[in-house]
């Protein structure tokens, strides 16, 4: 096989090639994170703290209104396999209520779930809305994909209609809440953007520069 290097959406690209059984095996035995797309294995590089805030938030609301329930959330470190095309990923945020993630062969991987979250990135943001979406659709059970934006209070639900299985989008802005029907649960701004200090622009003035 061509052996490739380079970046692709600020993912560093690691120079070796395996079939995805080969590339699981292999993973599991990094001291990094590392995706993989159709023989193509991308180093994954560190998150901001807005990032890391966001996806706790999520993470922490998901964990608190499913508890009880089929369904669990699950936060960065848990990979996500994909037989068809070939690839495993690791979403910021993911929720499975199905009974065939809950096996000793997934304890290192899910493969059913019914919600999917990535916080948007400068650098993630294309691929997140593009390839790594394009793959996600082909997980038949998957309802709904949630990206959130990093820098500014604003959230694209992307909802699949049962009637004919094409993608919705749903826009939240700054004041709306995000409703997930995948998990019957609705979340404010206010509980996903907690704690985040967004960046200011040059335009805005400082206290500094009103003085």
């Not at 061509?2 to 993912?11: A, D, F, N, S």
């Not at 001291?31 to 890391?52: C, K, L, P, Q, V």
């Not at 809950?102 to 779930?113: N, S, V, Y």
Request: hydrophobic fraction near 35%; charged fraction near 30%; aromatic fraction near 8%.
């Amino acid at each position: 096989m061509t052996k490739k290097t380079g970046k692709i959406m600020g993912v560093q690209q690691h120079p070796l090639n395996f079939s995805l059984d080969d590339f699981m095996q292999w993973e599991s035995q990094q001291s990094e994170r590392h995706e993989y797309i159709n023989g193509e294995i991308f180093e994954m590089t560190g998150a901001r703290d807005g990032h890391n805030t966001i996806s706790g938030n999520l993470f922490a609301a998901l964990r608190s209104s499913l508890r009880g329930s089929p369904c669990r959330p699950f936060i960065a470190d848990m990979k996500l396999r994909i037989d068809a095309p070939d690839a495993s990923f690791y979403p910021d945020v993911m929720v499975t209520c199905d009974a065939r993630d809950k096996t000793p062969e997934t304890d290192l991987a899910k493969q059913h779930p019914a919600l999917i979250v990535e916080v948007l990135s400068e650098s993630t943001a294309a691929y997140d809305r593009g390839l790594k979406f394009e793959c996600y659709r082909n997980i038949e059970i998957l309802k709904e994909y949630l990206l959130i934006e990093e820098d500014r209070r604003h959230a694209d639900l992307f909802r699949r209609r049962e009637e004919d299985g094409l993608w919705v989008l749903y826009a939240s802005g700054a004041t709306d809440d995000v409703v997930l029907e995948s998990v019957g649960i609705r979340l404010s701004m206010d509980v996903l953007y907690e704690d985040v200090a967004f960046p200011v622009s040059p335009s805005t003035p400082t206290p500094e520069s009103r003085d």
